[in-house]
């Protein structure tokens, strides 16, 4: 287990210097790595991924559960339908770049950093909206956000959590300078949070829940924050399939719905899937609105999170949100995608 300290510019800014290596590295080969598949319609293998693994993706885990996405992309020519889990958001960018993952499950702040370092990325759908909090340890004397000063917090550089991170010490008055901040993904994490190596972990369900149920870890009251969890589609790849691009918003939509109308059936498949105790996945549950659309104040939101991200130099250019990720039929306000 590796502990490495990040600043409010350092992580995010290291990880956007790797993706634009990675991404100049790649592009001669986008051409080679994409051509065959989507120039042959007829045999195209569909490229899903997720960015972690988080209850959020529910619709994601029934729909893969079902076969849905087999069933709806089968029509215009999908062979196959691949299905990766990155734990790290360098090298989802990697992939996205290389072309090598074609729709992509993730929160704001990824889809934001990706478009900002030349990703062809572009927001398509909403799985729900969910709350994301910080863990302490249950015998902590850590009461409140101010209490963090002086300790050891860590999160996964470059996710939504870290941009939550950063917004409730501002908003608590606390700087990123008075703690150190830890970039670890969430299964060192766990362990380090564990062990005592830190005591605090700001991360997303069902992370906490299992602390909380295991009586290991408490959430503080006043660190909480709302994730958007979205569903984007490669540019290139929707330009060659948009039938494929369209039935994969239809299938998220459908789960979306199926959910809704088995929510005890949709548990236990997630339960099943996460390889997690029912219990964690019912305490989770009510954290996530499943009627979530991708409407005018969700746009609104997650520019706000953009403007943050470059006003504080997290990112180097500035991403539109309505215009550089959303893209779909022409609705009241900004042109947004269909939803449930």
Wanted: charged share 25%; hydrophobic share 45%.
């Amino acid at each position: 287990m590796k502990l490495e300290k990040i600043g409010t510019k350092t992580a995010i800014t290291l990880m956007i210097a790797l993706s634009v290596v990675w991404l100049a590295a790649c592009n001669g080969a986008e051409t080679s790595t994409d051509t065959p598949a989507e120039a042959s319609p007829k045999s195209i293998a569909v490229r899903i991924g997720t960015m972690g693994d988080a209850v959020d993706y529910s619709p994601y885990m029934i729909a893969q559960a079902k076969g849905w996405f087999e069933e709806a992309f089968r029509p215009y020519g999908a062979s196959s339908v691949e299905y990766t889990s990155f734990q790290a958001l360098a090298a989802l960018n990697e992939a996205i770049g290389a072309g090598r993952v074609d729709i992509i499950f993730e929160a704001e702040p990824p889809a934001i950093i990706g478009r900002a370092v030349g990703n062809d990325l572009r927001v398509t759908g909403i799985s729900c909206s969910l709350t994301q909090e910080i863990l302490v340890r249950a015998d902590s004397q850590i009461r409140q956000t101010q209490d963090l000063r002086g300790t050891r917090l860590t999160v996964p550089a470059g996710t939504s959590s870290h941009y939550n991170v950063l917004a409730i010490l501002r908003e608590a008055g606390v700087s990123d300078a008075d703690l150190e901040i830890i970039d670890m993904n969430p299964p060192d994490a766990r362990v380090a949070f564990e062990t005592g190596a830190v005591e605090a972990w700001a991360i997303w369900p069902p992370w906490v829940e299992q602390q909380v149920v295991a009586e290991t870890g408490r959430v503080l009251p006043d660190a909480t924050a709302q994730i958007h969890s979205l569903m984007s589609i490669r540019g290139s790849f929707e330009d060659a399939n948009p039938e494929i691009a369209e039935a994969a918003l239809e299938v998220l939509n459908r789960a979306k719905e199926w959910i809704r109308a088995n929510p005890e059936e949709a548990q236990q498949i997630v339960a099943e899937t996460l390889k997690l105790d029912i219990e964690v996945i019912r305490l989770a549950w009510p954290k996530h609105d499943w009627t979530a659309v991708l409407d005018s104040g969700v746009v609104l939101d997650i520019q706000d999170k953009a403007d943050f991200l470059y006003d504080n130099g997290l990112i180097r250019n500035p991403v539109d949100v309505a215009n550089d990720l959303i893209y779909g039929e022409e609705e009241e306000e900004p042109e947004l995608r269909k939803a449930a």
